[in-house]
Every structure is written in structure tokens, then in C-alpha cells.
Nanobody, 125 residues
């Protein structure tokens, strides 16, 4: 089993930065591909970024490419999302997710079996 707890959300002005963290419990974190998704009010949950088990391979939604960076520390059982040059349209609840046994960080939310509770990110203009 993997349990996920996000932190690091908050209120920031446009152009600012935030770093989200997702701490995973359990012993199989290194066997999970990980992803970050977000859900703005009234919209569907959408893919933001994914990372492979080893952290070697990453992929991003076009809307965040060049501004966000996903990384992981398999010793600390933590995955991160560094968000720079934030825009008001980045406002959403951000969720981390674990694809148990997965190799790559898929953009398909159905690939992920475990989800965190979410952390709110609000970007003011």
C-alpha cells in the first residue's frame, strides 16, 4: 500500500513560485511511477507532470512545459513539483498520484491507483 500526503500549496502572486511536495508511506515508492494532476473548480482533473520510477524520464502537459519541474527522491520517498512563473490559470487543487508497478509517469489518470488528498494553489493576478 502507498499513502500520499501533499504539502506546499498556498497563495502566490502571478510570476511567483511554489514547490509542492508529496510524501509517500510504504516500502514500494521506488516501484511506482508518479504523477501530478490538478483540478480547477468546475473542470476535470488534468495531467500536469509525470516521472518514471528512477526519475530519469519526465513528461509535462504543454501548458506547464518550461515552467514546472517534477523530481523525486527515492531515499526520502518524496516527489516534488517546482512551479515557476505561475499564472492565474494555474489556480487549482493539485494532487499527486502513484502508479504502482508503473515505469513511466503516464498522462492517463486511469493509470494511477493511489491519490493524495490534494493541496490548493491559488495564483492572484
Amino acid at each position: 500500500q502507498v499513502q500520499l500526503v501533499e504539502s506546499g500549496g498556498g497563495l502566490v502572486q502571478a510570476g511567483g513560485s511554489l514547490r509542492l511536495s508529496c510524501a509517500a508511506s510504504g516500502r514500494i515508492f521506488s516501484n511506482c511511477a508518479m504523477g501530478w494532476f490538478r483540478q480547477a473548480q468546475g473542470t476535470e482533473r488534468e495531467f500536469v507532470a509525470g516521472i518514471s520510477r528512477s526519475g530519469t524520464n519526465t513528461n509535462y502537459a504543454n501548458s506547464v512545459k518550461g515552467r514546472f519541474t517534477i523530481s523525486r527522491d527515492n531515499v526520502k520517498n518524496t516527489v516534488y513539483l517546482q512551479m515557476n512563473s505561475l499564472k492565474p490559470e494555474d489556480t487549482a487543487v493539485y494532487y499527486c498520484a502513484a502508479d504502482i508497478g508503473g515505469y513511466i509517469g503516464s498522462s492517463d489518470r486511469n493509470a494511477y491507483e493511489r491519490w493524495g488528498q490534494g493541496t490548493q494553489v491559488t495564483v492572484s493576478s
